[in-house]
Structures are given as structure tokens and as C-alpha cells.
């Protein structure tokens, strides 16, 4: 059944292609992110997607498990972007070896524990914190240097999300396609489909919105208001009868 979901994918999806643009070189941006506990031994994992200023289409994306455990989201949030801290710093310097003078070399994040633990290092640390070890504040001096800075996006815009964790529905197809370079970064919100989105099928709009139940499969069949479907069938299930106690049923005999 997963590998007829995924040949399905793969067959409405041949006309899609990577598209890159950048509107100028001397902006970078960075979407990092990371998931708590995913893998069958509770490490995290680590993903990250960049882009130039407002271009379209990822022209660099990492998605790795990290090489040990946390005890916290925040831990796992402040790993990935010590991880993710060697390409940043060297896509900078890699540009500016080719001329370009970088303005911006920005790490977007949707965790403000952990961004402020990176801006404030270990003086933003407390009592569940504490045992972090001080390499993973590497990224504080970078940013004291002005070599970075890093700023909070809502989870919801979150491109490096689609790197960490299986994605459904609208989400799932809105980074696709800001990674893929279809729409910007900019596009609507979870929940909403863009207009002219091709690569949408007709059949799982309704409403203006994307149906989240699936987004591969084609055949499913609709579920009225009022019926539980099981593995053995649907069953109609009716309206709730009016029952009284007997008191109420012998009071009102009388």
C-alpha cells in the first residue's frame, strides 16, 4: 500500500522541477529546525533548508540525525543549529571569496528558548539547561561577531520543518513547493491552497481549502454525517433516542 502511494506521488508529480532565483546574493537565509526524540533511540533530528533574500527554491537543504541524546526540545533546537552553524559560516565566506559583500546571513528558528540561549550563551541557562556542554555555544560568538544573526519564524512558516518530520496535507505542499521553488516563501498559511497550483489535485479542494486526510490517495470514499466507518463496514448509526427515568416516565402518567 506505501509503495502504491508513493508510485501515485511520483506519477502526478513528473512535471514538477527545481527552480532556483535569488533576487541578490548578499542576503542569506537559513531555516533550521529540529524534532525531539524521532528516531528508535530518542536522538533528534536536525533539518535545514537556505534561500537568497526573497528568491525561490532551496539552493541548499540538510536533513540529518544528530549524533546524541537531548533531554529537551530546546536542547535538540540549540544541537541542530550548532550543526547546520558550519554551512552557515561557510556559504558566508564562500560568497564573499566571490566578491559578494553579505549584509544579512540570517538562521531562522521557532524555538525562543533556544534562541535566546544562543544570543545570551550560558547566561540564559538555567537548572535544566546547565549541562549543556560549551561547544554548542559556538554559535554565540558567531553572532557576537557579526557573522550571523537569527531571528524567530512562526512554526507555520517553518520551511526546515519539512525536513524533520512527515508533513500532511496543505503543509506538506506548501514547503514542497517554496523548497521546489514553485511559490515563494512568502505563500499563504497552513490550511489555505494557492491559486494556480497545479500541482494540487482538483478533487482534494473543497472549499477554497486542502483536505488534510489525504493527499495521495484518489479513491477514497466519503463518510456522511452520522456513520462510523471500521474495518468490518460502515454502520448507520441513528439519531439518540429520547430516553427518561422511570420517575420522570411515572410523573408524567399521572
Known amino acids: 500500500n506505501k509503495l502504491v502511494r508513493l508510485m501515485k506521488y511520483l506519477n502526478g508529480t513528473r512535471d514538477l522541477r ?15 529546525d529540529a524534532s525531539f526524540a524521532v528516531h528508535p533511540d530518542f536522538k533528534s533530528h536536525t533539518g535545514a533548508t537556505m534561500k537568497f533574500g ?5 539552493a541548499q537543504s540538510i536533513s540529518r540525525k544528530q549524533k546524541l541524546n537531548t ?4 536542547g535538540s533546537e540549540l544541537v541542530g543549529a550548532d550543526d547546520v552553524s558550519v554551512m552557515i559560516l561557510w556559504t558566508k565566506l ?11 546571513n540570517i538562521l531562522y ?4 528558548s533556544a534562541i535566546l540561549m544562543e544570543k545570551n550563551g550560558k547566561a540564559s ?7 549543556i556542554n560549551i561547544r ?8 557576537h561577531k557579526k557573522d550571523l544573526t537569527i531571528e524567530w519564524c512562526p512554526t507555520g512558516d517553518m520551511i526546515g520543518d519539512f525536513m524533520t518530520k512527515p508533513n500532511q496535507g496543505a503543509l506538506f505542499t506548501k514547503f514542497r513547493d517554496q523548497i521546489m521553488g514553485v511559490t515563494p516563501a512568502k505563500s499563504p498559511g497552513p490550511g489555505k491552497v494557492k491559486d494556480g497550483n497545479v ?6 479542494i473543497k472549499n477554497g481549502k486542502l483536505d488534510h486526510r489525504s493527499v495521495l490517495d484518489e479513491d477514497r470514499k466519503s463518510t456522511k454525517i452520522g456513520q462510523r466507518t471500521d474495518e468490518i463496514g460502515t454502520d448507520e448509526i441513528g439519531p439518540k433516542k429520547n430516553l427518561r427515568s422511570k420517575k420522570e416516565h411515572t410523573r408524567t402518567s399521572k
Open 18 to 32: 527545481l527552480t532556483l532565483s535569488a533576487d541578490k546574493l548578499n542576503c542569506i537565509k537559513w531555516y533550521v
Open 54 to 58: 526573497e528568491g525561490e527554491g532551496a
Open 71 to 74: 533531554k529537551s526540545s530546546t
Open 94 to 104: 564562500f560568497l564573499e571569496e566571490q566578491g559578494y559583500e553579505i549584509e544579512k
Open 109 to 112: 528558528q521557532d524555538n525562543k
Open 125 to 131: 541557562s538555567s537548572k535544566r539547561t546547565k549541562h
Open 136 to 143: 554548542y555555544f559556538f554559535v554565540t560568538d558567531r553572532i
Open 199 to 204: 500541482f494540487t489535485h482538483k478533487s482534494l
